[in-house]
């Protein structure tokens, strides 16, 4: 008994001590984006700023248009998201349901691409779109985006199709249900929550994504809040290291409050993943 | 029905991909040219200084109208190439001279010698011109650079009692090592940190005051290393301040120059080695009452010579008004606007006239003691050699750390620069 107790205080210890390192990089950003410059030079920095100040976020808004940035950063990480899934989702339903050679092959495909660097794809998708017309566009973005999500996109959610029982969906059709209204009424609804987690991981991808948006976007007013973040770095990795944690803070809330907002419904969804019918 | 939705989807795709191919070329129906000046200016005072420029250009000349792209200096390169690869490179770039060999070479950048004003030309000497110069061309204007200095911390020094360097009567190095060691207490007080998360290009540059020239051009045009007696001067220095006299903490050795800072006002390290540009960071960070003061790098046999890559304005081999956008780096380097952008990025400007500005020359945060040392500074040993970058990454970096961590000798490290270090450079070379 009493080891058993012991067991599970170390438990809760390691599960504490990893909650604090995976905490401590956004609470010392937090801490950094409201130190005045003489306190990110203390020999012994403080957790809590000692004159804690607005001017890093005040200065990072006049130096850098982010409201701007932030939203060039929504449109582009929301329309990644809902076409991603939109697309991903009957694609995965038909991978999952009908297991063929070309389903195997596509889904091999699939995770080949994941494989591919950066490097290699951005000079010849630069001339597609620049050819297209999309270069230093957020509609062109967005495009990239989903392209490059949809592979993971579609791996995640081919899991969570299988986790819905065919069975019923064959009773349903039993019931009299046509094919729409199965999928409709029956599936959909079970698949909810996974294609909010879909949804979640491409629209953070997105987000976060810096590379593609700085070679793709040419002009500030079309930047995303990635390649604005890097305007307040010099050369050698000298930075502007208050505006810059402001400025990065504050672009960390967004995915949080995605985050907040749905998170009962991502563990659902990840639940319904884990579950093999 | 299928095969035809298909087919008239791929033609739609083709036709936008053919009809994409003709750009306009900056220019307009009513005859106005539009350049793209990619600017890395990330400081605030550097990027108001930059677009007063351009706002004063665009007022004097509304024929030609330039717009401020602003670029970041993390990612300078990949993006530089992927808008040169795909034709839609900005029409005057900003870059530091190190990073302009490839593009120069792939053809990617305008030769400005039949370019520039006169004026600029003579204005800005030939040791920096070098600096910008591969093969035959001139592919950018220097314009903006910085030596290597000390930041000392001035109470300590002047309880001390040393003598104070100026760029008249600078430390040598060992004079150098001996203060160092003398500042130090043995016990977390250091007289140096050095912060050399990027110990090549350091080495290297501050390595020509001694006569350090480490890449050495054959008669047959190929370069080859040899690690001289020259060559090893300032990396044994440090080497021993760090593991022998323990007057340098071998703690900074993997640090950028930011982050041996808190230290530095903390009053663990007497210097810092740091560029000139820091001080703008020590104004703003330094605690109420820190004094400091700027000092030169130690000298050697060749005194007070560095090498350095200043920050260069070129113009894309693509653009179709290369004539007005080399006008246009005319005007932004113009000696008092040289002046504002030089202010503005706490750097010394390359022309010698701007470098006359009193506002350069007076004493506060050290302006004059960079002054002084703009006559000395050089083209970094490695500018225009090829396959330097991996030589760099794979060869040296890896060996100036084991070295200066006092995991490998003197010895292992010269084997090491040399024998491995040809045989990268051997590739680039064929």
């Keep these: 008994m009493r080891t058993r107790r012991r067991t599970r205080a170390g438990q809760y210890a390691a599960l504490l001590a990893y909650l604090v390192f995976l905490a401590f990089p956004f609470l010392w950003l937090v801490s950094t984006a409201f130190k005045p410059p003489r306190e990110l030079g203390s020999l012994h920095p403080t957790w809590i700023p000692r004159n804690p100040t607005l001017d890093n976020f005040r200065q990072a808004f006049d130096e850098q248009p982010l409201l701007d940035a932030a939203l060039n950063s929504l449109v582009a990480a929301l329309g ?19 297991r063929t050679r070309l389903a195997k092959a596509a889904t091999g495909w699939v995770v080949v691409s994941q494989a591919f660097p950066f490097v290699l794809v951005i000079i010849p998708l630069f001339l597609v779109l620049k050819n297209l017309r999309l270069i230093n566009s957020v509609p062109g973005l967005v ?3 989903v392209v490059w999500a949809l592979p993971f996109a579609l791996w995640m959610l081919v899991g969570y199709v299988r986790a819905v029982p065919a069975e019923m969906e064959e009773a349903a059709a039993v019931d009299g249900a046509g094919k729409v209204r199965t999928l409709v009424s029956i599936t959909a609804p079970l698949l909810a929550p996974g294609i909010v987690a879909t949804a979640l991981f491409a629209f953070i991808s997105a987000w976060n994504e810096f590379f593609f948006a700085l070679v793709l976007l040419k002009t500030p007013e079309k930047q995303t809040l990635p390649v604005v973040l890097t305007h307040f770095l010099g050369a050698e990795g000298v930075a502007d290291l208050g505006p810059l944690a402001a400025a990065a803070f504050l672009a960390t809330l967004p995915s949080l409050l995605v985050f907040a907002l749905i998170q009962k419904r991502i563990t659902g969804g990840m639940l319904a993943g884990a579950v093999k019918s | 029905m299928r095969t035809r939705w298909l087919t008239a989807l791929v033609a739609g795709l083709l036709f936008a991909a053919a009809s994409g191919c003709s750009g306009d070329g900056g220019g307009s129906e009513d005859g106005r040219i539009t350049l793209r000046f990619q600017s890395l200016a990330w400081q605030k005072e550097s990027v108001d200084a930059n677009k007063e420029l351009v706002r004063e250009w665009n007022a004097a000349h509304p024929d030609i109208h330039v717009e401020y792209v602003q670029g970041s ?4 390169h990949d993006q530089l190439l992927t808008s040169f690869e795909g034709g839609e490179a900005p029409d005057i770039i900003h870059d530091a001279s190190d990073d302009l060999a490839d593009f120069a070479y792939g053809g990617y950048l305008a030769d400005l010698r039949g370019l520039l004003s006169e004026r600029l030309k003579s204005d800005i000497p030939q040791r920096s011109w070098e600096t910008t110069t591969f093969g035959d061309g001139v592919y950018g204007v220097p314009f903006l650079q910085e030596p290597r200095v000390l930041i000392a911390n001035a109470e300590w020094l002047e309880k001390s009692g040393v003598r104070i360097p100026t760029p008249e009567k600078p430390w040598s190095w060992g004079e150098f090592r001996t203060i160092t060691d003398e500042l130090s207490d043995g016990d977390g007080k250091y007289g140096v940190a050095w912060p050399l998360k990027e110990p090549v290009s350091a080495t290297l540059n501050l390595s020509l005051s ?3 020239q480490l890449f050495h051009r054959g008669a047959d045009g190929k370069v080859r290393i040899r690690f001289d007696e020259a060559d090893a001067v300032v990396p044994r220095t440090i080497h021993d301040q760090v593991n022998t006299d323990a007057s340098a903490p071998g703690s900074t050795l993997g640090s950028g120059g930011s982050d041996t800072l808190p230290g530095f006002f903390g009053g663990k390290y007497a210097m810092v080695p740091l560029g000139f540009s820091y001080r703008q960071q020590i104004v703003q960070q330094a605690p ?18 560095q090498g350095v890559s200043p920050q260069t304005l070129s113009v894309a081999q693509d653009s179709p008004h290369k004539k007005e956008a080399a006008a246009f780096v005319d005007f932004l380097l113009q000696p008092r606007n040289m002046v504002r952008l030089a202010l503005g990025d706490w750097m010394l400007p390359t022309g010698t006239e701007a470098l006359r500005d009193p506002a350069l020359r007076t004493d506060e945060h050290g302006w004059a003691v960079g002054a002084g040392l703009a006559g000395r500074l050089r083209s970094a040993p490695a500018q225009s050699v090829r396959g330097y970058p991996e030589w760099k990454d794979k060869v040296a970096t890896p060996a100036f750390q084991e070295y200066y961590s006092g995991a490998i000798g003197v010895g292992e490290l010269r084997k090491r620069l040399v024998e491995d270090g040809n045989l990268v450079l051997a590739r680039y070379q064929r």
């Design chain 1, 143 to 145: 495009m990239v985006y």
């Design chain 2, 210 to 212: 001694t006569g350090g």
């Design chain 2, 73 to 76: 200096w993390d990612s300078v």
């Design chain 1, 80 to 98: 990644a998201a809902v076409i991603a899934v939109l697309i991903a989702t009957p694609m995965a339903y038909v991978m999952a349901r009908h």
């Design chain 2, 288 to 305: 109420k009452g820190f004094d400091w003061q700027v000092l030169p790098a130690p000298a050697g046999a060749d005194g007070l010579a």
